[in-house]
């Protein structure tokens, strides 16, 4: 399932228009941070790499109950449009076995 979704996904990279007219590096977008939850005592690190209107990303925890050790808590695949300065977006979660556990749709406008 995980060779399928890697090939899938790479597809869609290649096709996308971020390949037809600048240097692909030109395109990249990288997202790296962390986080603390003070009341569920949890650290998370997390990371993106965009690339046109795809941005794959990882969200690795760590627990008070076990300190020290992070574990990816999940995966997203996010993809984002804009249309006449509407932005069309969805973001799909996949937990750690990357199975698929959340979509959200939705629509913003920038002022």
Request: charged letters at 25%.
């Amino acid at each position: 399932m995980k060779n399928v979704s890697i090939m899938l996904l790479s597809s869609v990279l290649l096709s996308t228009p971020a390949f037809s007219e600048e240097s692909v590096m030109d395109n990249i977008d990288v997202t790296l941070g962390a986080e603390r939850n003070l009341e569920a005592e949890t650290n998370a690190i997390y990371g993106s790499v965009g690339l046109g209107v795809i941005t794959v990303g990882a969200t690795m925890e760590d627990t008070s109950a076990d300190s020290g050790k992070f574990n990816i808590s999940k995966y997203e695949i996010d993809s984002e449009h804009e249309i006449a300065g509407l932005t069309v977006y969805m973001e799909n979660d996949f937990d750690d076995g990357f199975k698929h556990t959340e979509t959200t749709i939705g629509a913003k406008i920038k002022f």
